[in-house]
């Protein structure tokens, strides 16, 4: 998983002992590197991983027998595109180099940006870059604007730099969640079930004693963030799953979001083979 608020249940489940009382053992992986954490995935060193949806879809290149079983989060607000001032016209941003994990979930999130100065990626210089790296890059003049994620927004924030379109922008279209491989899901099924039990328990002590939370995570995090903040990131219990898992046409429908990703990816050539949102999405793992 990826240091990220939206999957921070698992990691209490495991603190709170909610692992061992369903018999299960998790061991918990924080690479701190979203293109290492894809690849390992994709070589089966990992069972299951914390992504967003978007990565999901592109995984499918390498890991084609793969599906979303839990959806841990709606960011909100926490995916964020940042520079030292907003362009304040098109003419502005014509020419600039923007960094995002190519091939990622935010491409869509800046072609969004884009769009709304009547831009296209022709229009700027895209460079390639993990969200642990974009400060660094920003602060080195590699880059005009960067997409990263809390922690590392709050840390560029103290730096000067601003939010200038966010997830806010954007509801609905940047869901993270846990996924697996099916033939994982298919060996495991009961494991899985009470695996998602015990995330869907964790979740709701957290909300129910947010600041002993974020202690303890603080404390199972030490060396890796001093922020465990849930700012911008809208967690999702078990009625918000079964809401998201239901087909529909807006970006209220996890299924709809899967498709606007594969068109993009098969817009941009990263896709040859379509895989389908029914693949994609699993709810029968839902307690």
Not at 65 to 93: K, N
Not at 110 to 135: I, M, Q, T
Request: proline content about 4%; some cysteine; aromatic content about 10%.
């Amino acid at each position: 998983m990826d240091l990220w608020a939206g999957y921070y249940p698992l990691l209490l489940a495991q603190e709170l002992g909610y692992f061992k009382a369903a018999g299960l053992e998790v061991e918990v992986s924080i690479p701190e590197n979203t293109r290492r954490l894809l690849s390992d995935f994709s070589a089966g060193r990992y069972d299951g991983v914390c992504v967003s949806m978007g990565d999901m879809v592109t995984l499918t290149r390498s890991a084609p027998a793969i599906s979303m079983v839990l959806a841990s989060d709606e960011s909100a607000g926490a995916d964020v595109l940042l520079g030292r001032a907003p362009p304040a016209s098109a003419a502005a941003l014509k020419g600039k180099r923007i960094g995002t994990s190519l091939t990622g979930f935010g491409e869509l999130l800046v072609l969004r940006f884009l769009a709304r100065f009547g831009l296209s990626f022709d229009d700027v210089k895209l460079v390639n870059a993990d969200a642990s790296e974009v400060l660094a890059m920003l602060e080195k003049g590699e880059l005009d604007f960067g997409h990263t994620w809390e922690p590392y927004v709050s840390q560029a924030k103290a730096k000067g730099y601003a939010a200038i379109f966010s997830s806010a922008d954007t509801p609905g279209l940047i869901i993270d969640g846990l996924i697996f491989h099916r033939s994982v899901i298919e060996a495991r099924t009961d494991a899985l079930r009470l695996l998602l039990a015990s995330w869907f328990r964790a979740l709701a002590w957290w909300n129910s004693y947010p600041a002993e939370g974020d202690q303890r995570l603080l404390a199972l995090l030490k060396g890796k963030t001093s922020d465990v903040s849930r700012r911008g990131i809208r967690l999702l219990g078990l009625a918000d799953n079964r809401a998201k898992f239901r087909p529909g046409d807006t970006d209220a429908s996890a299924f709809h979001v899967v498709d606007q990703f594969v068109e993009h990816f098969v817009g941009r050539g990263y896709l040859v083979r379509r895989p389908k949102a029914l693949d994609l999405i699993d709810p029968r793992l839902l307690p």
